[in-house]
């Protein structure tokens, strides 16, 4: 099946042509026509991350928006600020030919400018839930027409303490029309499904499962190097650079600032043989997708990217990932190093790529729950020594060390590492919508 036997709107086309998609992905197969032929349905689909489920659920709401009804008629709740950028963006571009109105609310930024453009007519509401039901609350927004909503990840919601969250956007949601939900999950657990199952009253919920379509790690060399003071990470990880020669790899951080930092310092690295490029989460899909041609025509061998920003990227022949954040989900990390059991030889069989990370040594017990998850251990390496024509003082000799090509990493432009602690906050509401640590 493909696009075309969806019997889907030409401006919708359109908007798929434009962003240069032509062919479905499983879950967009699987969801699609199912949202569309049965109306009175609500979705449950499991499937991983980078699958393609944004357009899964993207497609059925543009499809059933009244264009001449400037009400909000979907919801689409997401767990942290990025991801929000990065699902309102795939909006604008499905709809650019379709005339609707995307609003994207979150935290951190004026609620007045959401206000007023929320009033301006907005039809589609992607949203983290603290700032929507700070909205709610101000009598800045209501749910009396709503279609649709939407729980983008959920399984990543709950754990993060948004169950609560949830509920009351959900019992406002449904107080007047009863909304079709779609609710999107790489984990389906028994709290995921409760909660689908007691909005829904357990009646015409389609499931549908595409998590087996999953990348594997059979074919990946994997290697990890620890180190005890963050001040010296960069640099042991610019000598394993050095050691490995990477051919075409992407190298994975955690948040978009230290994508920033780790970006402008690599740039400046002399006879590195890097030509990298940042994929963050606030590119237009146009531009994400002229680096990721780049990428693909051999023009630039490096990519770096957070997870939201690389989900639903498909990427061929790397030959190196490299973790340069450990990843704080399980699930991150087996998403991130798939991407190297994908290099094809001239022979035509698969070679094995290369997964190398940095594990601080107070990281180990996260290590572990990585290894535990793919009941897999990760072979343990020594830290490349130091060469004898480096010359850096990460303590006082500033100067020196920037006449080898290190710049000292001070207080003011060292990226802040994020400490992860599963139960912060499940237990405290906050509608600040500052649990974003994820990236």
């Given at each position: 099946?493909?696009?075309?036997?969806?019997?889907?709107?030409?401006?919708?086309?359109?908007?798929?042509?434009?962003?240069?998609?032509?062919?479905?992905?499983?879950?967009?197969?699987?969801?699609?026509?199912?949202?569309?032929?049965?109306?009175?349905?609500?979705?449950?689909?499991?499937?991983?991350?980078?699958?393609?489920?944004?357009?899964?659920?993207?497609?059925?709401?543009?499809?059933?928006?009244?264009?001449?009804?400037?009400?909000?008629?979907?919801?689409?709740?997401?767990?942290?600020?990025?991801?929000?950028?990065?699902?309102?963006?795939?909006?604008?571009?499905?709809?650019?030919?379709?005339?609707?109105?995307?609003?994207?609310?979150?935290?951190?930024?004026?609620i007045e400018r959401q206000i007023r453009t929320?009033?301006?007519?907005?039809?589609?509401?992607?949203?983290?839930?603290?700032?929507?039901?700070?909205?709610?609350?101000?009598?800045?927004?209501?749910?009396?027409?709503?279609?649709?909503?939407?729980?983008?990840?959920?399984?990543?919601?709950?754990?993060?303490?948004?169950?609560?969250?949830?509920?009351?956007?959900?019992?406002?949601?449904?107080?007047?029309?009863?909304?079709?939900?779609?609710?999107?999950?790489?984990?389906?657990?028994?709290?995921?499904?409760?909660?689908?199952?007691?909005?829904?009253?357990?009646?015409?919920?389609?499931?549908?499962?595409?998590?087996?379509?999953?990348?594997?790690?059979?074919?990946?060399?994997?290697?990890?190097?620890?180190?005890?003071?963050?001040?010296?990470?960069?640099?042991h990880f610019i000598r394993i650079i050095r050691?490995?020669?990477?051919?075409?790899?992407?190298?994975?951080?955690?948040?978009?600032?230290?994508?920033?930092?780790?970006?402008?310092?690599?740039?400046?690295?002399?006879?590195?043989?890097?030509?990298?490029?940042?994929?963050?989460?606030?590119?237009?899909?146009?531009?994400?997708?002229?680096?990721?041609?780049?990428?693909?025509?051999?023009?630039?061998?490096?990519?770096?990217?957070?997870?939201?920003?690389?989900?639903?990227?498909?990427?061929?022949?790397?030959?190196?990932?490299?973790?340069?954040?450990?990843?704080?989900?399980?699930?991150?990390?087996?998403?991130?190093?798939?991407?190297?059991?994908?290099?094809?030889?001239?022979?035509?069989?698969?070679?094995?790529?290369?997964?190398?990370?940095?594990?601080?040594?107070?990281?180990?017990?996260?290590?572990?729950?990585?290894?535990?998850?793919?009941?897999?251990?990760?072979?343990?390496?020594?830290?490349?020594?130091?060469?004898?024509?480096?010359?850096?003082n990460r303590g006082s000799n500033k100067q020196?060390?920037?006449?080898?090509?290190?710049?000292?990493?001070?207080?003011?432009?060292?990226?802040?590492?994020?400490?992860?602690?599963?139960?912060?906050?499940?237990?405290?509401?906050?509608?600040?919508?500052?649990?974003?640590?994820?990236?």
């Open positions: 099946m493909n696009f075309q036997d969806m019997n889907l709107k030409q401006a919708i086309f359109q908007g798929l042509e434009e962003m240069e998609i032509f062919n479905p992905t499983p879950i967009q197969k699987q969801t699609i026509p199912q949202a569309l032929d049965n109306p009175k349905s609500h979705i449950m689909a499991q499937a991983r991350t980078g699958s393609g489920k944004t357009l899964a659920f993207a497609i059925p709401i543009a499809q059933n928006i009244d264009n001449n009804q400037k009400k909000i008629q979907a919801i689409i709740l997401v767990p942290t600020r990025e991801l929000c950028k990065q699902v309102a963006e795939v909006f604008v571009s499905l709809t650019q030919f379709s005339k609707l109105n995307i609003v994207q609310v979150y935290g951190g930024v004026s929320i009033q301006d007519g907005s039809q589609i509401v992607v949203a983290t839930p603290g700032r929507l039901i700070d909205l709610y609350n101000r009598n800045r927004i209501n749910f009396r027409e709503v279609k649709f909503v939407v729980l983008d990840e959920a399984d990543r919601m709950l754990d993060m303490g948004f169950m609560p969250d949830i509920e009351f956007l959900l019992l406002q949601a449904m107080k007047n029309l009863t909304p079709r939900m779609m609710l999107f999950s790489a984990t389906m657990l028994e709290q995921v499904k409760s909660l689908a199952k007691r909005f829904t009253h357990g009646k015409n919920i389609i499931e549908i499962d595409v998590s087996k379509d999953s990348l594997t790690v059979g074919n990946c060399h994997q290697f990890y190097y620890m180190f005890d003071d963050k001040r010296d990470k960069y640099y050691k490995e020669h990477p051919k075409h790899c992407m190298i994975f951080v955690n948040t978009k600032r230290t994508g920033d930092w780790l970006f402008g310092r690599i740039i400046d690295e002399k006879n590195l043989n890097l030509k990298p490029e940042l994929i963050s989460g606030n590119l237009t899909q146009r531009k994400r997708e002229v680096v990721l041609d780049k990428f693909r025509k051999r023009k630039i061998n490096c990519l770096i990217a957070t997870d939201v920003a690389a989900r639903g990227l498909d990427i061929e022949k790397v030959s190196h990932v490299f973790n340069y954040d450990l990843p704080e989900f399980e699930e991150n990390y087996v998403h991130r190093i798939g991407r190297t059991a994908r290099v094809t030889g001239t022979s035509g069989k698969v070679e094995k790529g290369t997964a190398i990370s940095l594990v601080q040594s107070d990281q180990y017990r996260t290590l572990t729950r990585i290894e535990g998850f793919m009941n897999k251990e990760i072979e343990k390496r020594p830290l490349p020594k130091r060469q004898g024509n480096e010359n850096w020196s060390s920037q006449k080898q090509g290190y710049r000292r990493t001070d207080q003011k432009s060292q990226p802040r590492r994020s400490s992860y602690n599963p139960n912060k906050n499940k237990s405290k509401k906050d509608h600040s919508d500052r649990r974003n640590f994820l990236y």
